[in-house]
T-cell receptor
Framework: AQTVTQSQPEMSVQEAETVTLSCTYD???????LFWYKQPPSRQMILVIR??????QNATENRFSVNFQKAAKSFSLKISDSQLGDAAMYFC????????????????FGQGTILTVHP | KAGVTQTPRYLIKTRGQQVTLSCSPI?????VSWYQQTPGQGLQFLFE???????NKGNFPGRFSGRQFSNSRSEMNVSTLELGDSALYLC?????????????FGDGTRLSIL
């Protein structure tokens, strides 16, 4: 079974500064997807960024980028130029790329990191 | 395009009762997954439905069940409610549930058991 660990229950950052959220995972699979989702107080889970394990290049989406270290099973999220609207719970998420069976629909979530943005 | 719609938004029940939660996926999405979110256990996968068939199930007791209708709307049912079932229940939809297709989440149903 796969596990995802986020070792930082809470993080804080000043507006306009940069913050990095950490995530490690454990899997015996070679092909998988990793995601960062954010959940603001409104509760809706929103996809921030996605990384395919077979791609060596780190994914970027505007102010959000990841540092994917496959051998170390590490997947951190960097938020640049932090904004007040970035305040949320952030989840690191694993999904097996194996088709069928126990992979259908199943996302494995880390425990989450609460990010506070100070003005 | 409307997002994933979950109803009701809040629900209060007592122990021993049963409850039904509803999820309407994004138009055209045929895969619906359900998750339970609690402070202690975090987010846990309940089950996934596609074309009215359950394709995958998480590690939950049989009191948790679901179904999907021909229009892809899904319901989950919890029978004989226990205090520990208090949680935020999220559903997510995707086109066909394939791994490369992102899941889109609803706002959830907050279930409180008294």
């Amino acid at each position: 079974a796969q596990t995802v660990t986020q070792s930082q229950p809470e993080m804080s950052v000043q507006e306009a500064e940069t913050v990095t959220l950490s995530c490690t995972y454990d899997t015996s699979e070679s092909d998988y997807y990793l995601f960062w989702y954010k959940q603001p107080p409104s509760r809706q889970m929103i996809l921030v960024i996605r990384q395919e394990a077979y791609k060596q290049q780190n994914a970027t989406e505007n102010r959000f980028s990841v540092n994917f270290q496959k051998a170390a099973k590490s997947f951190s999220l960097k938020i640049s130029d932090s904004q007040l609207g970035d305040a949320a719970m952030y989840f690191c998420v694993y999904r097996s790329a194996n088709a069928g069976g126990t992979s259908y629909g199943k996302l494995t979530f880390g425990q989450g990191t609460i990010l506070t943005v100070h003005p | 395009k409307a997002g994933v719609t979950q109803t009701p938004r809040y629900l209060i029940k007592t122990r021993g009762q049963q409850v039904t939660l509803s999820c309407s996926p994004i138009s055209g999405h045929r895969s619906v997954s359900w998750y339970q979110q609690t402070p202690g256990q975090g987010l846990q996968f309940l089950f996934e439905y596609f074309s009215e068939t359950q394709r995958n199930k998480g590690n939950f007791p049989g009191r948790f069940s679901g179904r999907q209708f021909s229009n892809s709307r899904s319901e989950m049912n919890v029978s004989t409610l226990e205090l520990g079932d208090s949680a935020l229940y999220l559903c997510a939809s995707s086109l066909e549930g394939q791994v490369y297709q992102p899941q889109h989440f609803g706002d959830g149903t907050r279930l409180s058991i008294l």
